[in-house]
């Protein structure tokens, strides 16, 4: 049986962020605010979203604020609906691999 990663929302910052569903519901740029969809992928500085239309929308993470769906199945254990978490995009300022990394060191050491 295959084991699922378990996402709580004070770590989200430290997890795989692809294949999460995302809001910008805070941005420099009033045009990105409100946009939603999948993260398809991750750079450094960029977040790309696969939105309804199946558009790829890049939406820098710095000065952003994004709103995340962890899906009950990843959540807490014993949740049984979905977590929504905000992020502050200047948090995700790395990449992606070097983010992931750290999860093991609080892991180590918390």
């Known amino acids: 049986m295959k084991s699922k990663v378990e996402i709580l929302p004070s770590t989200l910052i430290y997890h795989e962020l692809i294949g999460l569903e995302i ?7 009033p045009a990105l605010i409100g946009i939603r969809g999948l993260v ?8 790309i979203i696969e ?23 990843l959540s807490e254990k014993g949740r049984r609906s979905d977590t929504f ?17 750290n999860i093991k060191k609080l892991r180590k050491w918390g």
């Open 23 to 29: 809001q910008v519901i805070r941005s420099t740029n």
């Open 40 to 47: 398809i992928d991750e750079t450094k500085n960029m977040l």
């Open 51 to 73: 939105n309804s239309g199946s558009r790829e929308l890049k939406i820098p993470k710095a000065d952003s604020e994004f709103l995340f769906r962890i899906p009950a199945e």
């Open 85 to 101: 978490v905000k992020i502050q995009g200047n948090l995700l300022l790395s990449q992606p691999e070097n983010r992931i990394k």
